[in-house]
């Protein structure tokens, strides 16, 4: 079941996860007006060879809980992910 919870003193909501997929909460709440808070993280890429190689980390890249979409650029060997605020930390590998 999807529910939200809107702090109008925080300017925050908290969406339960539901059947919306969160390109669909996002689109909602900036046609409402209230436009998600997103960012754009630049990542470097290691061991990119070809686009098949591009196309399997993209495709990762945008499975990942939070992240809203993600272009790669083979020739630079960089990745652009555009995430959702507060739903995922990006962390520099290796994260230990």
């Known amino acids: 079941m999807l529910g939200a919870d809107v702090n109008l003193a925080t300017e925050t909501a908290r969406v339960t996860p539901g059947v919306a997929a969160l390109s669909d909460i996002v689109a909602a709440l900036d046609s409402a007006g209230y436009p ?3 960012q754009t993280t630049t990542f470097d890429i290691d061991g ?3 686009a098949s190689c ?3 980390v993209e495709r990762a890249l945008k499975a990942v809980p939070g992240a809203l979409g ?3 650029n083979l020739a630079t060997g960089t990745a652009q992910v555009d995430w959702m605020q507060g739903a995922v ?3 520099p590998w290796p994260a230990w």
């Open 54 to 56: 591009t196309g399997r």
């Open 36 to 38: 998600a808070a997103q």
């Open 89 to 91: 930390t990006p962390t």
């Open 70 to 72: 993600a272009r790669l």
């Open 48 to 50: 990119m060879n070809c």
